[in-house]
C-alpha cells in the first residue's frame, strides 16, 4: 500500500506548485498501475476517483507552469525562433 508524502517532508501549506503537481502524478501513476494508495490526508484513491486525481493534477501543473514562467519574467527574450538572455548586471 502507497503512502504518499514529498520526498522533501514539506507541510502541505507550504508545498509549492510544483511539489503539489508532482504529488498528484506520482498518485495517478500508481492508480494507473492498479496499486492501493492511501493519500497523507487518510483517503484511499481507487481507479474510480482517476477522473478527480486527473483534474486535481492538471490544476497543478497549470499553477506550476504559470509559477515557473513568472519567475522567469525579465530573464530572457524571444526574437523569432532564436532566444536569448540578457546578462545579470547586479
Do not use: C, H
Amino acid at each position: 500500500m502507497g503512502n504518499y508524502e514529498p520526498v522533501q517532508v514539506v507541510p502541505a501549506a507550504q508545498r509549492t506548485a510544483k511539489q503539489w503537481f508532482e504529488y498528484y502524478l506520482q498518485i495517478e501513476s500508481d492508480v494507473l498501475s492498479g496499486k492501493d494508495v492511501t493519500m497523507e490526508n487518510g483517503r484511499r484513491v481507487v481507479m474510480e476517483d482517476l477522473g478527480q486525481i486527473i483534474k486535481a493534477r492538471q490544476e497543478w501543473e497549470r499553477r506550476a507552469t504559470i509559477a515557473a514562467q513568472q519567475s522567469n519574467v525579465g530573464r530572457s527574450s524571444t526574437f523569432g525562433s532564436f532566444s536569448y538572455r540578457a546578462p545579470d548586471l547586479t
